[in-house]
């Protein structure tokens, strides 16, 4: 191995990629992308949602003047506590409800519909009976509106009821009071509030190392179709060898990664800055706390990933000539990569559960399922160093494999081989056994 010439092959693949504009606008635009989709979330969720104009057609004549009361208290409640929570402002008009209910709707049916009214509330004995209440509205998908009108009537209902018992109206106050449950993670250092943000920012790193696996991954196959459709390979395997040509790339395309990676690290490091850090406060979750572990977690489970699912790339581009033959087996990686994002759930729920601690170290499911492991919670020592091992164990068998079919498939032009003919590919031995007959025919 000529590690001289692995060098120029990395920073050939190296260079031509990083130079390009297509590849710092994307680099710089996705943090800023996600730091201003996290600003106008939290802008908006700090403020109402609009004023929502509501008849209510009560038929008990008991809960209108409660409920316009109750609708206010909130809204004072969450005012001084400042709290993020998204609610419309409420501007009730009590409507009569003497006579034929359904006329009375049919009338409220229509000012919906000529905008006087957004949405109007039926509320009748019978009804109230079974514990149902009737919201009329143009749409139904508000459900935030929709859920808050539904706690202010169980609440003022479960008042009532008290009353009617002859208990005291402010047993119902006890009664509704929440425990609100902190969370404290508990860590070899000690233990730490945990708000969310940080499940947060795990979450994305998770979903952002989950792309670019496949982002770079394609890339190491379109390189190596690419120099065989243009038989660039031809003039370039003429001073390096195909193994060193497969290395080179594969850590030069690697490079590309880890830079982007250093550079989206960089942003998530200075997350402090007053202004953002001004924003993230003023929400329930506050701000995000990204430790240096999690950082060097991520960037190892991607260089780890990373190889193991460039090999495999490698195997599926290097015995054919164009994208249209390469995709048929393409899949077999996609399908590989999405199996561990249909584990993220189960491991959210329970990191430290035996089918998390399985994908943890099944190779093709370890580097991104340990790693959204060692951000949740604390991962024993052994099962991160099981996790690393059986993913180097993985790389090297498939990379052995793919350096076998790519020393040959390299240069095979014209028919698209067989799987047999993979596989004689990989039995092959220059010198001892003949050469595949593909390869005869090129």
Same mark, same amino acid.
């Given at each position: ?160 009821? =008290? !009353? *009617?018992?002859?208990? /005291?109206? @402010? ?9 609100? #449950?902190?969370? +404290? ?90 202004? =953002? !850090? *001004?924003?993230?406060? /003023?929400? @329930? ?9 999690? #950082?060097?977690? +991520? ?144």
């Amino acid at each position: 191995m000529n590690w001289k010439k692995v060098f120029a092959v990395v920073r050939r693949e190296y260079v031509e990629r990083v130079r390009t504009k297509a590849f710092w606008i994307s680099t710089l635009l996705i943090p800023g992308l996600l730091l201003g989709l996290i600003g106008v979330q939290i802008a908006l969720s700090s403020r109402a949602t609009g004023q929502r104009r509501l008849a209510v057609l009560d038929a008990t004549g008991t809960l209108y003047a409660p409920l316009a009361a109750e609708l206010e208290a909130q809204e004072k409640e969450r005012k001084a506590k400042k709290t993020a929570e998204r609610m419309p402002h409420w501007i009730l008009e009590s409507r009569p409800a003497e006579g034929d209910i359904e006329a009375a709707k049919e009338k409220l049916r229509k000012e919906v519909s000529a905008k006087k009214i957004d949405a109007y509330l039926v509320l009748t004995p019978a009804l109230l009976e079974k514990d149902q209440v009737e919201y009329y509205s143009t749409t139904v998908s508000e459900f935030t509106a929709m859920n808050q009108l539904e706690r202010a009537i169980t609440r003022i209902r479960i008042r009532q009821k =008290i !009353a *009617a018992r002859g208990l /005291s109206p @402010d047993l119902a106050n006890d009664l509704e009071k929440r425990c609100d #449950l902190r969370p +404290f993670k508990v860590s070899e250092s000690g233990t730490s509030e945990e708000k969310g943000a940080g499940i947060v920012a795990a979450i994305v790193f998770f979903f952002v190392m989950y792309t670019t696996f496949f982002v770079y991954g394609a890339q190491v196959m379109m390189g190596v179709l690419d120099e065989k459709t243009n038989r660039i390979v031809e003039i370039i395997i003429a001073s390096v060898r195909p193994t060193e040509l497969m290395i080179g790339k594969m850590l030069g395309i690697g490079l590309v990664g880890l830079t982007q990676y250093f550079t989206w690290a960089f942003v998530a490091g200075n997350l402090s800055a007053p202004g =953002i !850090a *001004a924003m993230l406060a /003023s929400s @329930d979750m506050g701000t995000p706390k990204i430790p240096i572990s999690m #950082l060097i977690y +991520f960037v190892l489970f991607f260089i780890l990933g990373y190889f193991l699912y460039a090999s495999v790339y490698m195997c599926v581009a290097a015995p054919f000539n164009t994208n249209q033959e390469a995709q048929q087996l393409a899949m077999i990686p996609m399908v590989l990569i999405v199996s561990s994002v249909a584990t993220y759930p189960a491991v959210l729920n329970n990191p430290s559960g035996g089918l998390s601690v399985f994908f943890s170290i099944f190779p093709f499911t370890a580097s991104l399922t340990m790693f959204l492991r060692t951000a949740l919670s604390d991962v024993p020592t052994w099962q991160i160093g099981l996790s690393i091992v059986s993913i180097v164990a993985a790389t090297v068998g498939i990379s052995w494999f793919a350096g076998r079919i790519y020393r040959v498939g390299i240069l095979m032009y014209g028919k698209k081989p067989t799987i047999p003919e993979i596989l004689r590919w990989v039995r092959y031995s220059p010198g001892k056994s003949p050469a595949p007959e593909v390869a005869k025919a090129s």
